[in-house]
């Protein structure tokens, strides 16, 4: 295991972010008209500002936060309305980003399942607006990511080596699984499991290896469920006992901290897939401010990586990831 050393992170190692969302109140009302008045069982819709995000990032150590809308996502039934929101927020989170140069970039929303309508505005939030990579969520209105209908767009991705971060959302049948409860505290983190495991089982992730996939919280069940998906693999899908192992596949993804990280969430992922490709994720504004800053404190007071801190570590990967911090543009401060 990486993690043996007693250091605790120094306070000033800068974060990057890549796990931070916002909302606008055009998109909260359309929502709410749709019907998302509880989002995923959630009491309320959070508030977001720029100004107030900043003041946070500031008391964090964030250099940099990633945005992106959250589940319940831009798709609300129909595909026309769909494409409008998703324009109105990559559009508004395009305009953050440029009004505060180095401390925000950009994941753009896409109007799955209408792949013809995400190809379009991947193209737009791409080539105009500059965002950073895409947001899809783990399944779209029950379709998951292996679906060979989504395979034009990834194909698209994959050709322009694209970051897309998946977003978990709440599962088909939810009534009956979440049993009441908000959906994030148990349903997200399964949610995530089953859509990895789909881009493994159907094949995406080797057939378009190009694309880097961020799964959030620490992927979720994945790490206790790796070996379990490989012991079916060859009887249930008759894979090639020579091709890449679930392990394997799994340990090219990307993953988050978000949530609860330490003591148990990250040291399970570093066992399971190793911490190559662990970057920072706050999950605010979701995450309440409080529950944000206690998270980065619980960051900086666990048990570090043996000559290392999580900051410098998270932040070394999301520079190796990001073409905004490779780029040299403010975004990545020196951390060696």
Known sequence: MTSNSTTTAAPSAPLIDVHAHFVTPDYVDTARAAGHRQPDGMAAWPTWSAAAHLELMDRWGVATSFLSVSSPGTHFGDD?????????????????????PGRFGHFAALP????????????????????DGAAIETNAGGVYLGDERFAPLYAELDRRRAVVFVHPTSPPCYETVSLGRPRPMLEFIFDSARAAGDLVF??????FPGIEWIFT?????????ADRMELFR???????????????????????MAGTPFPRQIPALDRAFGTGRLLYGSDYCWTPAAAATAQVASVDAAEQPVGDTWRALTTRNAGRLLPRLRAGGGNAPDTE
């Open 80 to 100: 026309a309305a769909a494409r409008h929101l998703s324009r109105r927020v990559n559009e508004a989170a395009a305009e953050v980003v440029r009004a505060h």
């Open 217 to 225: 919280h620490g992927g979720g069940a994945l790490p206790l469920l």
């Open 202 to 207: 159907s094949g995406m992730l080797t057939r």
């Open 112 to 131: 799955l399942p209408d792949v013809d309508g995400s190809l379009q505005e991947l193209a737009y939030a791409l080539d105009d607006l500059g965002s």
């Open 234 to 256: 060859d009887p249930l899908f008759g894979e090639d006992p020579a091709g890449p192992t679930v392990p394997e596949q799994l340990s090219r993804l990307w993953f988050d």
